[in-house]
């Protein structure tokens, strides 16, 4: 019958296909078997790798100096200008062209000597007039005490002859008259020729004004006008600044110290002075004058900055060198303290999360100190110190400090190995527990940060 090979066939194929799905599923189970190998053999090696780096930790390389005792000296900086202890601003007295400007800007000048000259010419003319009117006046005078003269000649005369009888009362009466006319007249005439005199003086005055003297001995620092500028007096108006005549053998740093800063001054404390057109030379001098009034400057509330103006006069030496106008900058020292315990500056630190230990070490502090000090207290840092390479931390209260070293008042004994370095380890690696490696040598860059 055709149908039995039909279904001999379809037999056949079934099976075959059955055979090809297990070796299917079985080859997928090994892939799979052998992926779970590798993924676990990987994360076995991760684990192995991680304890492994968990065991040994990478110490920080620090820089370290032992505590000891130094000299430390407190300074506050401050940038101004050098100028001299007397500078006079030179103005004419009259208005007028200059005629005459015998020096130039460096010389030097003496007292009395003629630094300027204005043209007197029209001066010269008023004078003349007023003049001759004093004059006029005084023969006006002397005309008067003639009249005068004469008068009171006529009056004894006439007293005499009215005694007798040969002058009537009424001539006598103008006799008497005529001298007391006289007489004021001279003293109208008298008025006006003192009034006159003084016109005169007034006019000498001005006319001297137009020679231009040098106030003092010194040197013209600044020459602002020129030959044949015409010039505004100071007699009626501001005047016209001319020159500056400076005594360059008394000289001071002006500089402006911070509002914070200027109540640690005290007159007559050391400053040394950097001026920029003298990089290699480090001039000396004292405080001598603190200002009491305070120097704003900037534009907006936020922005604006209190300062005092504190006045250092330099030391003779080297200062005839210096000239108006130069800047500098001063570094007035404020307190030194000798022999105190004291750590390097790059040693002190502040945290805001402080560990376990240096809260310990600041209660010791408060109560060492009968609770007076608190852990805001400003005066309160961190410091590290190394014991079998390992870093410790311990809080100190600190005092004075200058550009090297910062004064310990408590925490420290002394002898203990503090790290100084490098800024990155001090400032935020380091902690307690941390293991450290200590490389003095100088020769691994430590300390650059």
């Known amino acids: 019958m055709p149908i039995e090979p039909t279904t001999a066939s379809n037999s056949n194929l079934a099976g075959s296909t059955g055979t090809k799905l297990q070796l299917s599923q079985k080859k997928r189970k090994r892939r799979m078997r052998t992926l779970w190998i590798v993924l676990g053999s990987l994360a076995g090696l991760i684990i192995i790798i991680a304890l492994a780096s968990g065991g040994k930790e990478k110490p920080i390389l620090v820089q370290t100096e032992m505590v000891g005792r130094h000299t430390v000296t407190e300074e506050v900086q401050a940038t101004g200008k050098i100028q001299p202890q007397v500078m006079v601003k030179v103005s004419p007295e009259v208005s007028g062209e200059i005629i005459e400007l015998p020096f130039k800007e460096g010389d030097h000048v003496n007292k009395g000597d003629l630094v300027a000259k204005i043209k007197p010419l029209v001066f010269q003319e008023q004078y003349d007039a007023a003049e001759a009117s004093y004059n006029s006046a005084k023969a006006l005078v002397e005309q008067q005490r003639a009249t005068m003269i004469q008068a009171d000649a006529n009056l004894k005369r006439g007293k005499k002859l009215n005694e007798l009888h040969l002058m009537s009362d009424q001539d006598y009466d103008a006799a008497k008259a005529a001298y007391a006319a006289s007489v004021a007249a001279v003293n109208s005439a008298d008025f006006t020729a003192k009034a006159a005199e003084g016109q005169m003086r007034q006019l000498q005055e001005s006319l001297n004004w137009t020679s231009v003297l040098a106030p003092m001995n010194g040197v013209v620092t600044s020459l602002i006008s020129q030959l044949g500028e015409k010039v505004v007096g100071t007699a ?214």
């Not at 509330?301 to 200062?319: C, E, I, M, Y």
């Not at 376990?356 to 961190?382: M, P, V």
């Open 236 to 449: 009626s108006f501001a005047g016209t600044e001319m020159m500056d005549v400076s005594d360059l053998s008394l000289m001071n740093a002006m500089v402006d110290v911070d509002e914070n800063d200027v109540v640690n001054i005290k007159l007559g404390d050391s400053v040394k002075i950097s001026i920029d057109a003298f990089p290699d030379r480090i001039f000396t001098g004292k405080v001598i004058e603190i200002a009491n009034s305070a120097k704003l400057s900037g534009t907006g509330t936020q922005d604006q900055s209190t300062n005092f103006t504190v006045k250092v006069r330099l030391d003779d030496f080297g200062a005839q060198d210096l000239r108006p106008g130069m800047s500098c900058t001063a570094r007035i020292q404020t307190e030194t303290k000798e022999n105190v315990l004291a750590v390097p500056l790059m040693a002190v630190t502040r945290r805001d999360n402080e560990d376990t230990q240096a809260a310990d070490s600041i209660k010791k502090i408060r109560e060492s100190n009968k609770g007076t000090f608190h852990e805001e207290d400003e005066s309160l840092a961190i410091v590290f110190i190394v014991r079998k390479d390992t870093a410790k931390s311990v809080t100190v209260k600190t005092g004075i400090s200058d550009n090297n070293y910062v004064e310990i008042l408590d925490g420290l004994k002394g002898g203990e190995e503090v790290v100084k370095g490098n800024f990155r380890a001090v400032s935020k690696e380091l902690e307690n527990g941390k293991i450290v490696k200590v490389d003095n040598s100088g020769k691994s860059g430590i300390g650059k940060d």
